[in-house]
T-cell receptor
Framework: DQQVKQNSPSLSVQEGRISILNCDYTNSMFDYFLWYKKYPAEGPTFLIS?????DKNEDGRFTVFLNKSAKHLSLHIVPSQPGDSAVYFCAANTGTASKLTFGTGTRLQVTL | GAVVSQHPSRVICKSGTSVKIECRSL??????MFWYRQFPKQSLMLMAT?????????EQGVEKDKFLINHASLTLSTLTVTSAHPEDSSFYICSARDLARGYGYTFGSGTRLTVV
């Protein structure tokens, strides 16, 4: 049972444009959401997170939006840069010290 | 920032042998560490939650006797793949959370295990 889903396995965006990565979840108990960036053969790197009490969190070029009623979150990267090319995972958990449940990942390719 | 060191980064072993993977939190104490497994082009699947000084909590479907986890100190957790088989070949990643630094899980760089 995949509680966190990223329905787009891949996304290609031109440099300078906005990248929008989507994530859906089914467990209404999730109250904290995170986005990670991962390169092949490396561990994930934390990007940005959002608590369920918020609907938006921004950090530089990265903004995460949360729509609790739709159980949907998205990561916006603007402007996209070639160095952003990687696999992006959304993750969720319940409580403050529990395990993370990861989505299936979206491979972002930023082209010149 | 918080750093988690995972070693080795890559290991090749023969079927039937055991392999130990270490995960260390370098600049913080981690009461809880997590072990994940990732198959090619798939998500990170949590295998177990490792608690310092106590038995690990395994996810459903993960063989406890095959994947031995030890968390003897606040900075070290180990995963031992016992009697490895080719189907155990995968990318294993650990993570830890530094409660003193707030909310955020730091991941190790992963270990590519190949069983031949």
């Amino acid at each position: 049972d995949q509680q966190v889903k990223q329905n787009s396995p891949s996304l290609s965006v031109q440099e300078g444009r906005i990248s929008i990565l989507n994530c859906d979840y089914t467990n209404s108990m999730f109250d904290y959401f995170l986005w990670y960036k991962k390169y092949p053969a490396e561990g994930p790197t934390f990007l940005i997170s959002i608590s369920s009490i918020k609907d938006k969190n921004e950090d530089g070029r990265f903004t995460v939006f949360l729509n609790k009623s739709a159980k949907h979150l998205s990561l916006h990267i603007v402007p996209s840069q070639p160095g952003d090319s990687a696999v992006y995972f959304c993750a969720a958990n319940t409580g403050t010290a529990s395990k993370l449940t990861f989505g299936t990942g979206t491979r972002l390719q930023v082209t010149l | 920032g918080a750093v988690v060191s995972q070693h080795p980064s890559r290991v090749i072993c023969k079927s039937g042998t055991s392999v130990k993977i270490e995960c260390r939190s370098l600049d913080f104490q981690a009461t809880t560490m997590f072990w994940y497994r990732q198959f090619p082009k798939q998500s990170l699947m949590l295998m177990a939650t490792s608690n310092e000084g106590s038995k690990a909590t395994y996810e459903q479907g993960v063989e406890k006797d095959k994947f031995l986890i030890n968390h003897a100190s606040l900075t070290l957790s180990t995963l031992t793949v016992t009697s490895a088989h080719p189907e155990d070949s995968s990318f294993y990643i650990c993570s830890a959370r530094d409660l003193a630094r707030g909310y955020g899980y730091t991941f190790g760089s992963g270990t590519r295990l190949t069983v031949v």
